[in-house]
């Protein structure tokens, strides 16, 4: 993006309507370059007369278009975003918003998922109609976009993407949706972007997993990871502890060098079920240790607790997970008293120790390895009652010699025994 200094400048007036006036001002970059495919949030301030007040006002942003683009008409200004979301507008973009509120003059554009076909010359307008009609366009200061890109239009037809359109999961569990790009190899620094649609397709789409580490992800990044090898045109996506508010409609990204193409016709609609609470945190809230240390090879129980506690019931199912270090993956429960469940190898060394029933999370390692350092988050289920403590961690350091070792050194032999002689 190359943003030109934010200017104030008089403008003309639209004299049908209002006469010769100088108080209708406007402040906006005068030109905006935006990747084909990437989100851009233009700010924008505008006045009017200081003798009207602006009340429920509608804001537009309209599409200069000549009559070389349109034979047979004359040049006009084409509306193509309303801040009013359910106005019809004949050519409506779909991926311009107006997030402000014009009546407090604020006219800010985003431009979310920029299509080549969106480069042009664009104008703000204010209506408002609360005493007298006041329409005004901003016609002296055009907002010029360019949006870059290979503009390969064809490509969800020589390349489409296949993946699951519906997907249900239960809060808490983990699910890897398969998607495919078919019939395309990726160079190895292919990137790929998941991103979730606002409802009203406001602001930007928060990218939510990626393999770009320069992308600065969403809160996100903690429980969705693209998993799939984009070399091989695999662009799965794990989902980990889903969460409610992970329920929404999700779109996927490619960028291989001058390829650059989001597959807004194909979406992953997801919907997370349960009945979890949200205030559950601030009623029973979880007490653990979070930094524990250890010695490889011994035994260590690490008390822990659900503070104000429910009676549970006798069903109730406790998890301890651990995570990965970078997120992939689905956790591996290492530790359960669901008998259902097939926890991992650790299930030889993890025990959950405490008794549920009492609030009791208390967990036990034996013979402790290196490899059992890490994070690890509980998770607590009992009837609709579904919770993971994701803001509380049990970080876990096992150190030093394995204790098989040690005692096998101390070991002397029968024949090297000498018993003590009285002096």
Partial sequence: MRPDSNVSFPLFTDTACNGDKSDYRITVQRHVTVPEGLCVTVPCKFTVDKTKKLENAVG?????????????????????????????????????????????????????????QDTGEYYFRIEDGKDIVLKWNYDNNPLYVTVTGSGYESWETYYPLTVQEQVNVLEGQCVTISCSINNKSFSPTARGYWRKLSPDHSGCYPIVATNDKSVTSSDKIQTFRLTGNLSNGDCSLTINDANKQDTGTYQFRIEDGEYRWSYRNKSLNLQVTGTDSESWINSYPLTVQEWVNVLEGQCVTISCSITNYKSFSSTARGYWRKLSPDHSGCYPIVATNNKSVTPSDKIQTFRLTGNLSDGDCSLTINDANKQDTGTYQFRIEDGGFRWSYRNKSLNLQVTGESADISVKRSIISKDQFVPNKEL
């Fill in 60 to 116: 537009y942003w309209q599409q200069w278009r000549n009559s070389a683009s349109y034979p047979g008409t004359g040049p006009c200004y084409v509306r193509v975003v309303s801040s009013k979301s359910s106005e019809t507008l004949s050519e409506k973009k779909s991926n311009f918003h107006l997030p402000g509120n014009p009546d407090t003059g604020d006219c800010t554009l985003t431009i979310n998922d920029a299509k080549t």
